[in-house]
């Protein structure tokens, strides 16, 4: 056989297994399949325009995230997600990112090394230190998520970060995913204050390899997630700028 060909084939069931995977969480995570709806292999071949392999192999990806399951009739089923397992997930990531920045700390790292993370932080008291516009709320989350990002970095431990991954996959556990809502339903600046504060902290203990300090601040700094989550969850409009709101079963709904 041809080893050029297989390989081509390899790359075209790949690139397409891609497509059905970003194609099929999309309407997932917009409600096009509620909970519980079931996803057979060859409705989604129908839906999606791609073969039967990466029609599965993508639902099977979303499986590994843990937005679908399988069915018992076959296929897979969306997931739905109580307000505790929204909770409990936020606390694994919690966990997980606390872990990070004791692995940071302990590496003992220079102030050379440390230089983009203390950036980030000068960037965010920079537009604390204005009046909170309309965009404040989605600006501050891209520096938030940057600065989540650069302290897994600095951890250096990919193990760690093949799991972090997996947490955020839920769209509503990822580090800046509730921001907007909280928005909403909360003081924004009084809130980006008090997390930024904590950003300023985790690196201090980080900067003097302080571990377990590291880890207690950041586990606290991730719970800020949860917090109001109740009254996000209450309130249609705060509802709707959680991603992935569709898949999550609050009271009015779960009837």
């Given at each position: 056989?041809d ?5 081509g ?14 194609a ?8 096009q ?7 057979s ?43 505790l ?17 004791r ?11 440390l ?13 604390i ?37 997996r ?11 509730l ?5 909403r ?7 980006l ?14 900067e ?12 606290e ?30 009271p009015?709904?779960?009837?």
């Amino acid at each position: 056989m041809d080893t050029r060909l297989t390989e081509g084939r390899l790359d075209r069931v790949g690139v397409q297994t891609m497509k059905a995977y970003a194609a099929l969480r999309g309407l997932i995570l917009d409600g096009q399949f509620p909970p519980g709806a079931r996803l057979s292999e060859m409705a989604m071949v129908r839906r999606l325009g791609v073969s039967r392999t990466p029609a599965r192999m993508a639902m099977v990806r979303l499986k590994e995230e843990g937005l679908v399951e399988p069915a018992s009739s076959g296929g897979f089923s969306v997931r739905g997600f109580t307000e505790l397992e929204v909770l409990a997930a936020i606390e694994i990531r919690a966990t997980l990112e606390g872990l990070a920045a004791r692995l940071a700390a302990e590496r003992r790292l220079t102030s050379t090394q440390l230089e983009p993370l203390r950036q980030s932080i000068a960037s965010i008291s920079d537009l604390i230190a204005q009046p909170p516009g309309k965009d404040a709320a989605k600006l501050y989350a891209a520096m938030n998520d940057r600065f989540h990002a650069l302290l897994l970095n600095l951890a250096d431990c990919e193990p760690l970060s093949r799991q972090l991954e997996r947490a955020s996959a839920l769209p509503f556990a990822a580090p800046s995913a509730l921001i907007p809502a909280r928005a909403r339903v909360s003081d924004l600046h009084a809130m980006l204050i008090v997390a930024h504060d904590q950003h300023q902290s985790v690196y201090e203990a980080v900067e003097r390899h302080e571990g377990t300090r590291a880890e207690s601040l950041m586990r606290e700094h991730t719970r800020l997630a949860s917090r109001n989550l109740a009254r996000v969850l209450s309130n249609p409009e705060a509802l709707a700028l959680v991603p992935g709101w569709p898949l999550i079963r609050v009271p009015e709904r779960a009837a």
